[in-house]
């Protein structure tokens, strides 16, 4: 395969400026070496070199013959399939869809000449901005036809360590070959070499049926919102312009602020030649002209604007055969990759799923694609239903609930219902001492205790019969094999923790089992804890997989045997959390490891300690309990019980069985003496009725 060639800039500047434009913004910028692994790259592949030269001499001449059947405006949008993928490890890297959708945004107003900070070009550059009359729109269809989003998310180490030609071999092993004839891909990382962005020039040097034509995008610049700025917006729109063939206005070099720069030129009659610039100084005049400084294929950092001669050349671009880019718009391919107002599916998402009562959340329709009307039916919420495309929901009833939205472009029609989606939990959680021991549990999300984040939207937390530590359920991740770095939550209800003395220490204890598939998994369980009903989460504790493992275990793993168990004290919940809405987590990240187990799960105050330390001849559970006591004798018999309250006084006594109901009596602290048939006290131990 052929070696992979960057030609353009690295726009690497990671530095904020001015939110007002003045005279004189300057922006420190981080140039990459592009240059200079450019010629490595010809000295080590002479024949791409004459190739590559050859392309832009055919090209120039294309170009000067289609200058004079070009006119401005009147013509028809031309829409490019785009198709982004992120390469993450979970990180802030792994940039939201919404980020995403801001960038096309952006893009499209650059080169639609609709961007907001459009009106302050100054004169005579103002005269003179080109509208591109292109659309850049998310594919609605892979290359075998069926319905995409135009995102793909990849868990890889690389997207730290990049390696350009890796990444594209990465992507296409796991969703599969997106050819740059058809697609313009972009490709998302945490690190791109210390650039910004890169790109490639038009050429046939990569086949046009690969992806190795694309723009690599460090993650934080992409769009203006969440990890980006706005300051960084029009990055993407940079790179694009070098994919359709535009230079920078001092020509293909990374080297601006060069005086010999005046002597090179873009190939554009309208830009003036220039040494190039990493500052915003609108007056500049470096190559005997006034400079195009807000040019957006300049370094400034307070671009604004395309020329009327780029915009020809990219249309000159766009009409050639070279590297496929005359295929993209075809009628045929915008069919084919589902961007010509196909509706292929119903999706959304919620900026959060987890709240309590009275609090309020924002939905985001995220259909694909060209969506005209949708309808939403919010289970507890208010308003019920919505044909916004964002709308604000409030939910004062704690519960579990689904949502439902229906979509529609005047012909076809999609729906998606999410079962369980929205977690509501009570503004006053839960009393202590807490415990949970799943045994009075079908599924997790029983009763509104839980709640469930599902990264991958595959296996999650579940309740299981086939392991426990006490009893005989316990939660279950089923993991085994599971390798693209998602994460898994599970998140209790709300416990009111408002009552304790702050100079009292809290204990948080539970009881894991887990083994790995193979010695090389990376695993972890993160306990967090919550003092504002889930806004934010404190990390209290990390396992990780080399801590956590017993052993190792090729097939899936179950926790059967009670000395495959561990218990963990967490002792750091200090008095900043001693709320009424006080909340924790389990989160777990996989890596192709095996299944996880969680059990026995308590919160109390140390004073109560005792209550859970006592090492008898029997267990009782659940503890506290509600309506009935489970009793497992360990290797000695018992005939009959008696339950004592605090002052020593027997309130209950009968015949000994495993289960004792305790329904009627009052919420409190007690001791069960459990005797043999000799009369003989087998062992006390105390339990909360809770």
Avoid at 325 to 335: F, G, P, Q
Avoid at 472 to 478: C, G, N, T, V, Y
Avoid at 490 to 505: R, Y
Wanted: proline share 3%.
């Amino acid at each position: 395969m052929k070696n992979l060639l960057s030609l353009t800039l690295c726009l690497g500047a990671t530095w904020a400026v001015n939110a007002q434009l003045t005279e004189e913004t300057t922006v420190e910028p981080h140039i990459c070496s592009t240059t200079e692994h450019q010629q490595e790259l010809f000295e080590k592949h002479p024949e791409y070199k004459e190739m590559f030269e050859a392309e832009q001499a055919a090209f120039q001449a294309h170009y000067e013959e289609f200058l004079p059947t070009y006119s401005p405006g009147g013509r028809e949008v031309k829409i490019i399939p785009v198709v982004v993928h992120v390469i993450h490890t979970g990180g802030p890297e792994n940039i939201s869809d919404e980020q995403i959708y801001d960038a096309i945004k952006q893009l499209n107003e650059d080169y639609s000449a609709t961007n907001e900070d459009n009106s302050t070009t100054v004169s005579p550059f103002n005269t003179i901005i080109g509208d591109m009359e292109i659309e850049f729109r998310l594919a609605g269809k892979d290359v075998d036809g069926n319905c995409h989003k135009g995102i793909t998310r990849t868990w890889s180490e690389l997207s730290h360590e990049h390696d350009g030609e890796s990444i594209v071999s990465l992507v296409n092993a796991e969703h599969g070959n997106w050819p740059q004839n058809r697609y313009m891909n972009v490709f998302v990382c945490s690190d791109i070499g210390g650039a910004a962005g890169y790109t490639n020039y038009p050429s046939d040097w990569y086949p046009l049926t690969g992806m190795y034509g694309g723009i690599y995008m460090r993650s934080d610049y992409m769009g203006s919102i969440g990890t980006s700025s706005e300051y960084r917006e029009h990055t993407l729109s940079h790179e694009a312009g070098h994919w359709l063939n535009l230079a920078h206005l001092w020509g293909s070099t990374n080297s601006p602020g060069e005086a010999d720069n005046c002597d090179t030129d873009d190939g554009v009659d309208d830009t003036p030649n220039t040494i190039g610039w990493s500052s915003c100084i609108l007056s500049g005049e470096t190559c005997g002209s006034l400079d195009n400084v807000q040019n957006i294929l300049e370094y400034s950092y307070c671009t604004t604007m395309f020329t009327e001669g780029q915009v020809a050349r990219v249309h000159a671009a766009l009409s050639s055969s070279l590297a496929g880019r005359n295929n993209l718009w075809s009628a045929s391919n915008l069919e084919a990759t589902g961007v010509n107002g196909i509706l292929c599916e119903a999706d959304f998402s919620a900026d959060k799923t987890l709240l309590c009562s009275g609090e309020s959340l924002t939905f985001y329709d995220n259909s694909y694609h060209q969506v005209t009307s949708r309808t939403w039916t919010f289970e507890g919420g208010t308003p019920s239903t919505s044909s916004d495309e964002n709308p604000v929901v409030t939910y004062n009833t704690p519960g579990i609930y689904s949502v439902t939205l229906e979509v529609a472009n005047g012909g076809d029609t999609e729906s998606l219902t999410r079962t369980n989606y929205i977690s509501v939990f009570s503004t006053t959680g839960d009393e202590i001492p807490y415990f949970e021991g799943f045994e009075s549990m079908t599924n997790i999300q029983d009763g509104n205790r839980f709640a469930l984040v599902n990264e991958n939207d595959a296996s999650t937390w579940e309740v299981t019969d086939e392991a426990a530590s006490l009893s005989s359920k316990s939660a279950m991740l089923s993991n085994f094999g599971v390798d693209d770095g998602m994460q898994d939550e599970l998140i209790s209800g709300t416990i009111d923790l408002s009552g304790v003395d702050a100079s009292e220490d809290m204990i948080f204890s539970f009881d894991y089992s887990y083994n790995k598939r193979n010695s090389s998994n990376d695993e972890e369980l993160r306990i967090y804890i919550s003092s504002d009903c889930g806004e934010s989460w404190t990390l209290r504790k990390i396992l990780d997989s080399d801590e956590m493992a017993h052993d190792t275990k090729s097939s899936p793993y179950f926790a059967i045997w009670s000395d495959w168990w561990t218990n963990e004290v967490i002792t750091t919940i200090t008095s900043p959390y001693y709320v009424e809405n006080f909340q924790y987590k389990f989160q777990f990240t996989n890596d192709n490891g095996n299944n996880i187990f969680l059990d026995n799960i308590k919160l109390y105050p140390a004073s109560l300690a005792n209550l859970n330390e006592e090492q008898l001849d029997f267990s009782i559970y659940p503890n506290p309990a509600q309506s009935e006591l489970n009793i497992l004798l360990e290797g000695v018999q018992a005939t009959s019980y008696q339950i004592m309250d605090m002052s020593g006084r027997v309130i209950q006594t009968d015949r000994f069985e495993s289960t004792i109901d305790i329904s009627t009596i009052a919420e409190g602290v007690y001791s069960l003496q459990l005797t043999n048939e000799n009369g003989e006290s087998v062992g006390i131990k105390r339990f909360i009725k809770g």
